[in-house]
């Protein structure tokens, strides 16, 4: 299963990476505009920033909304490193833009999925990833997971290659059942990846290893 971070700050990739564990980077506007990045050139040279830290694919979204537009600026965006995975959204223009991405061999990863009928079409245009938001789907009282489940089944029952990317991943909990039904990947905070070592036991029982091991040096 792969971790990606789900974020545009540079210092919470570089601590992923440094973790050794981090296999990938997801980004979208609103968190490009959470780290203050703005204009074409800012968000152009922060892509390449976060290309220099990680080592995974990083997904960079496109504004444009018409196909004309999004296949220019997807262009751009995958010339400037080979780890960008151009990040398109799941509408009408968004679907002819995958598939053209998928016929030049550009990776995409095919954004703002809430329903199984939307993760078939993406994989039928031939998307790389598909990002179904589970922590919104919960936010709005409706089961996240179970669309991961559907998604898992629909894709094994036809062989897609496309990779579920559970996206809108919230607490370690998430990770660990999207982990069970079989999600190629997860996409989260660092707080939810550093929240999985984490066990009071483990805490008690290398309290105690320690101090039973100053005891015996001090006989
Ligand atoms: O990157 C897309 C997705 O992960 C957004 O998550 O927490 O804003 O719902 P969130």
Redesign the pocket.
């Known amino acids: 299963m792969k971790f990606f971070i ?1 974020t545009a700050n540079l210092a919470q990739i570089k601590e992923a990476q440094d973790l050794g564990v981090l296999d990938g980077v ?1 980004t ?1 506007p609103s968190l490009m505009a959470k780290e203050g990045i703005t204009g074409h050139e800012n968000v152009i040279n922060h892509y390449k920033a976060i290309c220099e830290i990680a080592d995974g694919d990083v997904s960079a979204e496109v504004i444009a909304t018409d196909f004309e537009n999004m296949v220019k600026e997807g262009e751009v965006l995958a010339a400037l490193n080979p780890k960008i995975v151009v990040k398109v959204p799941m509408i009408r223009e968004g679907i002819k833009a995958i598939k053209y991405f998928s016929s030049k061999g550009i990776k995409t990863n095919c ?1 703002l999925v809430f329903s199984a009928g939307q993760a078939l079409l993406a994989a039928k245009a031939g998307a790389t990833y598909v ?1 179904p ?1 589970i ?2 789907l919960d936010d709005i009282s409706t089961d996240g997971l179970a669309l991961i489940e559907d998604i898992r089944l629909i894709y094994d029952n036809y062989g897609y290659e496309t990779q579920i990317l559970a ?2 991943v ?1 607490h370690p909990m998430h990770i660990i059942e999207c982990a069970k039904l079989g999600s190629d990947v997860i ?1 989260g905070p660092l707080s939810a990846i550093v929240a999985l070592m984490k066990h009071p036991l483990t805490d008690i029982g290398l309290a105690q290893f320690l101090a039973d091991h100053a005891k015996a040096a001090e006989k």
Do not use: M, V
Request: charged share 25%; hydrophobic share 15%.
């Open positions: 789900d997801t979208n954004t990002s938001f922590g919104r996206a809108s919230r996409t």
